[in-house]
């Protein structure tokens, strides 16, 4: 398969919210969620399986920022056949 060219335009898609000085990026399988009697459930970041391939790999990532709580945007950029090449998370 042939690579892509990267278009140099960044899009936003989104924004992340910080409420915590944490910025946590990762699975969502590694996330506990759901509802019970009508109510949502508190979502819980469990660590990853040390066994699992994936956990050696990475599966998440949790980074201290020195921003405060907020809304920060979340940009992306596309390959000309328009796939997702990078992410970004604008803190600055």
Do not use: H
Not at 20 to 39: E, M, Q, V, Y
Not at 41 to 63: H, I, N, Q, R
């Amino acid at each position: 398969m042939a690579k892509e060219k990267a278009k140099a335009k960044w899009e936003q898609v989104g924004v992340c919210s910080i409420t915590s000085g944490r910025l946590w990026i990762g699975d969502p399988s590694f996330c506990a969620f759901g509802t019970k009697g009508g109510k949502t459930k508190k979502t819980v970041m469990t660590e990853p399986d040390k066994s699992s391939k994936a956990s050696k790999k990475g599966s998440w990532v949790c980074l201290a920022t020195p921003m405060p709580d907020g809304n920060y945007p979340v940009e992306v950029r596309r390959t000309d056949g328009g796939k997702i090449r990078s992410v970004r998370v604008r803190l600055m």
